[in-house]
């Protein structure tokens, strides 16, 4: 797992309800030290301190930084104060839902198809940039990724960065591994957070799912899943994995059309119904 002791920066914390959050619980957890990045004080304000689901208590306890993804000085300055640091998760994605999400997939919006493809891939870089020399004694870089084998309604431009961003990922493996740093991406299955209510027709992409997964699929509990996916990723039990897409959803991504009934998960019958 992580190393004990050692700084992890997550960026892209929302609220608590967020991946990243799941993600910093977990490292801590295992000994890590967590240092969550918020885009800005607005959104701090709108989403983080709004939250009802953890304490004003826990609320004060985040060790955050302030970092618009698309600002390279923002960026450049988290890291150097920081470091050093042993490992970085990119939990960072953005498409504007009424141009490039939806029922049609072409558009007018360049700008916001090039805005959607700095944020949710080519940000990636800039982090590797300059987090890897904050890494003197090596590290890892994790992304969230979706399913990009296939292509599911309405999320669009979406998917088409996250295959982006999977290549990135291979590019910057092959880029750093020479600094000792690896980079790989976890592919989680559909995840109910602030940002994925946003994404029409989400309640359609779940209900595939559980159709479709052989391992029971829960759009809040498995938070928990892909976040223990992305502490391995991190650590040294993972320490000659890189350039790789860990998928983590379920089984559904790899299923050739929805189960069969006599695949679906046993119904438990009690004694007492049973009599």
């Given at each position: 797992?992580v190393?004990h002791?050692?700084?992890y920066?997550?960026?892209g ?9 799941s993600?910093?619980?977990t ?18 304000r ?7 689901s ?5 609320k004060?306890?985040?060790?955050f ?16 104060e920081?470091?050093p ?10 498409a504007?839902?009424?141009t ?5 997939f ?26 890897v ?7 890892s ?10 292509v ?23 880029r ?10 976890v ?20 209900k595939?799912w ?6 029971p ?9 892909v976040?223990?996916a ?6 040294p039990?993972?320490?000659k ?8 959803d ?7 059309g ?15 119904e049973?009599?």
């Amino acid at each position: 797992m992580v190393e004990h002791g050692k700084t992890y920066v997550v960026m892209g914390l929302l609220d608590a309800d967020s991946l990243a959050y799941s993600i910093g619980k977990t490292i801590q957890a295992h000994g890590g030290k967590v240092v969550f990045t918020v885009q800005n004080e607005v959104f701090k304000r709108r989403f983080l301190d709004s939250s009802k689901s953890i304490s004003d208590v826990d609320k004060a306890a985040l060790d955050f930084r302030f970092c618009d993804i698309t600002k390279e000085d923002q960026v450049r300055d988290v890291f150097a104060e920081l470091a050093p640091v042993a490992g970085v998760v990119h939990s960072i994605a953005f498409a504007n839902p009424r141009t490039c999400l939806g029922e049609e997939f072409h558009t007018d919006a360049t700008d916001d198809i090039l805005l959607s493809h700095h944020i949710s891939c080519v940000s990636l870089a800039t982090v590797a940039r300059y987090a890897v020399p904050a890494m003197a004694e090596g590290g890892s870089m994790v992304a969230m990724s979706f399913d990009t084998g296939h292509v599911y309604p309405h999320y669009n431009w979406m998917g088409v960065q996250k295959s982006a961003l999977e290549a990135l990922v291979r590019a910057l493996a092959r880029r750093h591994g020479r600094d000792g740093v690896r980079c790989n991406a976890v592919s989680a299955g559909p995840l109910f957070t602030k940002a994925a209510s946003k994404i029409p027709g989400f309640g359609g992409l779940t209900k595939l799912w559980q159709a479709s997964s052989p391992l029971p699929w829960d759009t809040r509990a498995d938070k928990q899943a892909v976040a223990n996916a992305v502490v391995f990723l991190l650590g040294p039990l993972s320490a000659k994995t890189t350039g790789q897409v860990l998928t983590v959803d379920g089984g559904a991504s790899m299923m050739g059309g929805g189960l069969m009934e006599h695949e679906r998960e046993p119904v438990v019958v009690s004694a007492s119904e049973a009599v």
